[in-house]
């Protein structure tokens, strides 16, 4: 009887020991599977404003760089579908005539809008979008040649670009343009101007360029 009762208590302990024995690796996948804490999520910074010597640097490159290349590119296109100034031929040389004239004109309204965006302390060259989606980055692109960054990085309407824009329409018919072209001409030619400005933004927002013609 004794024999009996002692091989039922080792039983009973070696049960015992195997449950919990089982118990310990069913838990042990329920506690592999709890998160640990998250990485925080890092939101870009936006880029710096630019002091003035940045500023001086970006327009050279706007004035005399892709910008200012691509934006006569498109601008002496539209002025060739156009045909005006009507004087000027429509091959190549035509075109080159336009495009140089093009070239001219986005250098004088860009050192127009640089040293308005000085004396205001605004940062007026382009930033691609720090939003995501095509609507929002392509509105961004469209109303960028409008804005500009204050000191405290916020985007404001720029008067800057509305004199840039002024000068630049208005000082070729005054001066290269053919004789039959007068200033009044110059104000006709802003929606021209403009619209390949935003061509050029468009462009610049949605096709990834090399760092040198950033």
Not at 152 to 160: N, Q, R, T, Y
Request: glycine share 8%.
């Amino acid at each position: 009887m004794r024999k009996i009762l002692a091989f039922l208590l080792v039983a009973l302990c070696w049960s015992a020991a195997g449950g919990t024995s089982a118990a310990a690796v069913e838990e042990s996948p329920a506690a592999s599977e709890t998160p640990g804490p998250q990485d925080p999520v890092v939101i870009p910074a936006p880029a710096p404003v630019a002091d003035k010597h940045m500023l001086f640097k970006k327009y050279v490159k706007d004035s005399l760089g892709t910008e200012g290349v691509l934006g006569a590119a498109l601008h002496a296109g539209i002025a060739q579908v156009m045909k005006t100034p009507p004087s000027w031929e429509l091959g190549t040389n035509g075109y080159m005539q336009r495009w140089a004239s093009a070239y001219g004109q986005s250098a004088i309204s860009d050192t127009t809008k640089y040293a308005v965006s000085r004396l205001l302390h605004q940062d007026p060259s382009y930033q691609r979008c720090e939003c995501t989606g095509f609507l929002p980055r392509l509105g961004h692109a469209v109303s960028s040649p409008f804005m500009a960054r204050n000191r405290d990085g916020e985007w404001v309407l720029s008067p800057a670009v509305a004199a840039g824009i002024f000068a630049g329409q208005v000082v070729p018919p005054a001066t290269w343009y053919p004789s039959d072209h007068r200033t009044r001409d110059g104000f006709e030619r802003s929606g021209t101007a403009l619209l390949s400005k935003i061509g050029v933004r468009v462009f610049r927002e949605f096709v990834p360029l090399p760092g040198v013609f950033q």
